[in-house]
């Protein structure tokens, strides 16, 4: 591996990769007990790094000096809401982890490629699904 990996951006994009597919999942699950839900946890679980182990050294969410949550972040008006920004965060995330890969493997770049288009797709069902609710 070369020496300038950036771990930290990998981790901080995994773990929100992960968490914004979760809460989509959740919602899907046991608010509208849609079987979307079996779609995106088959693809959270697509979400690993062979080299998790090295990143995670490098974690340092106590000086994140993003981690103050913006007054936007901190409102949501209803499920929609919730629903479409951690899908959003879910799609930049993998976005930067293809970028990021590039510099590693770009088998696992493309991995993430994938699940970012997935992504794009499976928003459209939700999207579809909610408007006809």
Known sequence: MKNNFPFRTCDANLNRLKE??????????????????????????????????????????????????????????????????????????ARVLEEIYKLYDVSISENFKNIRYQLYTIEKEILDLIKNK
């Not at 629903?83 to 995330?93: G, Q």
């Open 20 to 93: 914004g597919i979760r809460v989509v999942e959740d919602i899907l699950r046991y608010e509208l007990n849609s079987p979307i839900a079996h779609k995106l946890k088959e693809l959270r679980h697509e979400c690993k790094v062979p080299n998790y182990l090295e990143i995670i050294k490098y974690r340092d969410a106590t000086n994140d000096i993003l981690k103050p949550s913006t007054n936007s972040e901190k409102k949501r008006d209803n499920l929609e809401e919730i629903l479409i920004s951690n899908l959003k965060r879910a799609e930049e995330s």
